[in-house]
């Protein structure tokens, strides 16, 4: 048999042929025309070279032949993997399942979002259950989550590729931290002040010592004094608790370090940001990355928007 010739809908009736052996009632069954069916069984006949079902000596319905009596189990339950192939959905069980989900986040993501998605895996004390979190590369970002090396992404509008889904985890802004007991007090800022301080400055890459808040204060003509760079949020502590040094970071992340550094209001209109997450279309639908976003989604109230279907 060519099995390019393997039509399913006939597969399909045939079962129903040989469980009714009558081709009026199969017909019914399969809500088809007795014509219809007919010519069905005459290309079932050709493709299994044998007649299959031939009329019964009473002259009253059909008898299988062997050939049909030995393809019935077969083919019911070939039949049947295929329907619950289609029709089920694939389960994830987050206290059994044996799973790495990687997730491409930069250091603030990770403190803001991966600490507490690592604290609710952690509670299923499942340990084939993991989470790793990896840098985010620009160049590479829309071929790892279309190849599947990374599951998620979680950063900024910017960090979205084209090609993905994301939902909106939350907005977020910017505040000015410094460390306890500085000698600048805990006043109010002015925009003076703001500019005359030290400032660390944490760059997307490269060592920049130009960020968003420069270009804010550009456009009032004013500028401030940027004396070190890093590009990592999780330094910012332990450089300001040993200096006079200041920084600008979101709130969640002045939020984290609140028992051991200060946070003001800026003196000026900053815009923030809003953090994503997002994935590749082909795994929209996966069971697991289901139960990932849903768990991403707790406890972000009604601040947790789509930003795609």
Known sequence: ??????????????????????????ATRLNLSQ??????????????????????????????????????????????TLRALVESRSLFD?????RIFRIAANDNAVVVVGLPLMQRVAALANPNLQ???VRPDASLRADQLEQGTIDLV??????????AKARKLFDERFLM??????PRGRGPLDLDAYCALGHVLVSTGGGSFHGLMDEYLQRLGRRRDVVASVEQFL??????????HVCTVPSRVAARFATSLD???????????????????????????????????????????????
């Open 154 to 163: 979680i950063g900024s509008e910017r960090m979205v590729p084209p090609i």
């Open 131 to 133: 989470v790793a979190f």
């Open 263 to 309: 946070s003001f209001e800026l003196p000026f209109e900053a815009t923030g940001f809003a953090l994503y997450a997002a994935w590749h279309p082909s795994r929209h639908a996966d069971a697991g990355m289901i139960w990932l976003r849903g768990l991403l989604a707790e406890g972000q109230g009604d601040a947790l928007l789509s930003k795609l279907d």
């Open 35 to 80: 014509p219809a069916l007919s010519a069905q069984l005459r290309k079932l006949r050709d493709m299994f070279d044998d007649p299959l079902l031939v009329p019964a000596d009473s002259g009253r319905g059909m008898v299988a032949t062997t050939r049909a009596i030995e393809l019935a189990t077969p083919l019911h339950d070939a039949l049947h």
């Open 235 to 244: 330094l910012v502590p332990a450089l300001l608790e040993s200096s006079d």
């Open 94 to 98: 987050p206290g059994t399942a044996q």
């Open 1 to 26: 048999m060519n099995s390019k010739r393997i039509d399913l809908n006939l597969l399909v009736s045939l079962e129903a042929l040989i469980r009714d052996a009558n081709v009026s009632h199969a």
């Open 177 to 182: 931290v410094q460390r306890r007991n500085h």
